[in-house]
């Protein structure tokens, strides 16, 4: 099948490895130096490890892809070398992946490369996210329950309802037309599911005087669509700015891929800005692209 899957570029990728460490799905590896796709297995592609990458070393692509296909997964880490070979063997263990583990040893065999050793302890890393404490998780940060409360509580003054800063209707991204009118001049925020439940002013600091569109990065499907359309925007919807808000949890970070993608594939060029949300809803980053 055809999906969208991570590529890394090995000339310019300098080994920095925090790519890896954003990839919770455990599908990246820093392997000789350089961070290796060593699971498509585990590659969701939604694209959380661009946003790490000092250096631009990660895109996303569309080609040919075999989810869960181990025997054409393995038949490609073996022109990697043996280093990669044992990385993803460990990976398919630690994950209990053992029907996956006997054929990618058949596959070796079959080759007459040699089994490497493999089966250790298994190491399981729960996240921590800004300091939350949450309970045993071993998937994406995103899923992971918790609990917390305010570090701090504010006065509330009583001034009545606040009024909502929304400007247009529909605000899904799926759902709003590039042609649209209200878009023409605007200043268009681009904002994940969560950050207006995260943010208790977002109407008020960061909608304000702004057109708005929502999409989940994790769970919406058609992000190639969400690329065309934001581009579509961008050249033929007059757009302005660009702001991306999203939340902390590393797959947010695709809709940061999107935007870019979306950016590189438009014949105009509008600035683009990131601002990234904690859990708690506090702005942990505000900066120009």
């Not at 310019?12 to 599908?27: F, I, S, T």
């Not at 080609?63 to 044992?86: C, F, H, N, Q, W």
């Not at 329950?145 to 570090?151: A, I, L, N, R, V």
């Not at 302005?240 to 870019?260: A, D």
């Amino acid at each position: 099948m055809k999906r969208t899957i991570i590529k890394i570029d090995e000339e310019l990728c300098n080994g920095c490895g925090v790519c890896v460490k954003g990839c919770h799905e455990g599908a990246l590896q820093l392997i000789n130096g350089k961070a290796m796709l060593v699971s498509e297995l585990y590659c969701d592609g939604l694209g959380a490890c661009l946003g790490d990458c000092p250096v631009g070393a990660i895109t996303l692509e569309e080609r040919e892809s075999e989810p869960y296909d181990e025997t054409a997964v393995m038949t490609r880490l073996m022109k990697k070398g043996d280093s990669v070979i044992l990385a993803h063997l460990k990976h398919l263990f630690e994950h209990d992946q053992h029907d996956f583990l006997a054929e990618a040893e058949s596959v070796l065999k079959a080759n007459n490369v040699s089994v490497p050793l493999y089966k250790q302890s298994k190491k399981k890393v729960v996240p921590n996210i800004t300091g939350l404490v949450g309970h045993q998780h071993s998937g994406c940060p995103g899923s992971r329950e918790m609990s917390f409360t305010p570090s701090s509580v504010q006065p509330v003054v009583a001034t009545g309802s606040q009024p909502s800063e929304l400007q247009q209707w529909p605000v899904q991204l799926h759902l709003v037309s590039p042609g649209a009118t209200f878009l023409k001049g605007a200043d268009l925020l681009v904002a994940a599911d969560c950050c207006a439940f995260s943010v208790g002013d977002f109407h008020q600091t960061y909608l304000k005087g702004k057109r708005l569109v929502i999409a989940c990065p994790k769970l919406d499907h058609g992000k190639d669509v969400y690329i065309n359309k934001l581009a579509d925007m961008i050249d033929h919807g007059g757009i302005n700015t660009l702001t991306v808000m999203i939340m902390e949890v590393p797959c947010c970070g695709g809709l940061l891929s999107i935007c870019q993608e979306a950016r590189k594939l438009a014949s105009r060029n509008v600035p683009l800005k990131l601002i990234r949300i904690s859990l708690k809803g506090e702005k942990l980053e505000d900066r120009w692209v």
